[in-house]
């Protein structure tokens, strides 16, 4: 759920809007993580979380609070800017699995395929709503993968979501 304020941005201009908005909201700034790039078609964003005094926890590697929280709101947010207004977006659960301790900056990768958004469009249109789940890996510049989080999401159209609330 985007505010109609961001429809007046210029399409060109919305990838780095999204990245220095996100990167300077206070909640998602308090996670320690960054947004480094944001695809022009809104589809991927690559984010960094460094190893740093306010990421770490008490054994010296990434806090998994700070690991889960990089990735809260960015599958819902490029669900709601790729799907549109007409459509309602919302985290509806997460889990985390940790496969080793990261002892440096880590790297998450979050793609939205065209596929994906079409298919969720057509179950949409046969049921009012859906749940996705999208996961995403934290990695080292390795390549080795330090933790996965699985994210659920919420898609309605907005006529199904208000009519299902006011029951």
Same mark, same amino acid.
């Given at each position: 759920?985007?505010?109609?304020?961001?429809?007046?941005?210029?399409?060109?201009?919305?990838? %780095?809007?999204?990245?220095?908005?996100?990167?300077?909201?206070?909640?998602?700034?308090?996670?320690?993580?960054?947004?480094?790039?944001?695809?022009?078609?809104?589809?991927? *964003?690559?984010?960094?979380?460094?190893?740093?005094?306010?990421?770490?926890?008490?054994?010296?590697?990434?806090?998994?609070?700070?690991?889960?929280?990089?990735?809260?709101?960015i599958y819902a947010l490029l669900l709601a800017l790729n799907l549109g207004p007409d459509y309602v977006v919302w985290d509806k659960?997460?889990?985390?699995?940790?496969?080793?301790?990261?002892?440096?900056?880590?790297?998450?990768?979050? *793609?939205?395929?065209?596929?994906?958004?079409?298919?969720?469009?057509?179950?949409?249109?046969?049921?009012?709503?859906?749940?996705?789940?999208? %996961? %995403?890996?934290?990695?080292?510049?390795?390549?080795? *993968?330090h933790t996965e989080v699985d994210k659920t999401v919420y898609i309605a159209c907005k006529k199904h979501y208000k009519a299902k609330?006011?029951?």
């Amino acid at each position: 759920m985007i505010p109609s304020f961001w429809r007046r941005f210029p399409a060109s201009w919305q990838p %780095t809007l999204l990245r220095l908005g996100l990167n300077w909201f206070p909640a998602y700034r308090a996670t320690g993580a960054r947004i480094v790039n944001v695809s022009p078609d809104l589809k991927r *964003v690559v984010v960094r979380l460094p190893l740093q005094r306010n990421t770490k926890n008490g054994a010296g590697t990434l806090f998994g609070g700070s690991l889960y929280s990089a990735t809260d709101p960015i599958y819902a947010l490029l669900l709601a800017l790729n799907l549109g207004p007409d459509y309602v977006v919302w985290d509806k659960s997460a889990a985390i699995r940790y496969r080793k301790p990261g002892r440096e900056a880590l790297t998450a990768e979050f *793609v939205l395929s065209d596929a994906e958004v079409a298919a969720i469009r057509e179950e949409i249109e046969r049921n009012g709503s859906c749940d996705r789940v999208f %996961t %995403t890996q934290f990695c080292d510049p390795a390549g080795v *993968v330090h933790t996965e989080v699985d994210k659920t999401v919420y898609i309605a159209c907005k006529k199904h979501y208000k009519a299902k609330a006011t029951r």
